[in-house]
């Protein structure tokens, strides 16, 4: 943990963090979480504690990883994303083992966007902003809408095409 950032202002207590990685103000991480190498986990994130977090990968703010999760290499969650862990939650009667839920390598999951426990969001797959994905999203996929159905293949970084700033207008 020598190798990496975290914020004063945060409470992390995994000894397991990879070097390069930024942990961000009014965070939390609980003892038994696994972060990887050169993450971002931006201000007001929660880890518990069965989390494994893989390398180079982006968290945005309002984010809770809960009991249950694996978030593989090189993933985007972005801004106030929900995850669940609990099919039939009750107060004070956690079930006997917490559903998982896996991101796969490469995958990127938009604003808002609500993901219910037990599923596998694939490789290289993304989720529109405020979606609801109520099953498993194959890899390479782009998933939307409420509930998210497919809606065609997912870009890849490489072919997203330049934007000129000023203009918001794609260059060629």
Known sequence: MADCFVHPMSDVQAGEIGAGTRIWQFCVVLPGARIGRDCNLNAQVLVENDVVIGDRVTVKPGVQLWDGMTVED???????????????????????????????????????????????????????????????????????????????????????????????????
Do not use: H
């Open 74 to 172: 090189d993933v985007f969650i972005g801004p106030n994303v929900t995850f669940t862990n609990d099919k039939y939650p009750r107060s004070r009667r956690p079930p006997p083992a917490f559903a998982r839920t896996v991101i796969g390598r490469g995958a990127a999951i938009g604003a808002n966007a609500t993901v219910l426990c037990g599923l596998r969001i694939g490789a290289g797959a993304m989720v529109g902003a405020a979606s609801l994905v109520t099953r498993d999203v194959p890899p390479g996929e782009l998933w939307f809408g409420n509930p998210a159905r497919c809606r065609g293949l997912a870009p890849r970084a490489d072919e997203f095409e330049p934007c000129d700033t000023r203009t918001s207008q794609v260059t060629r």
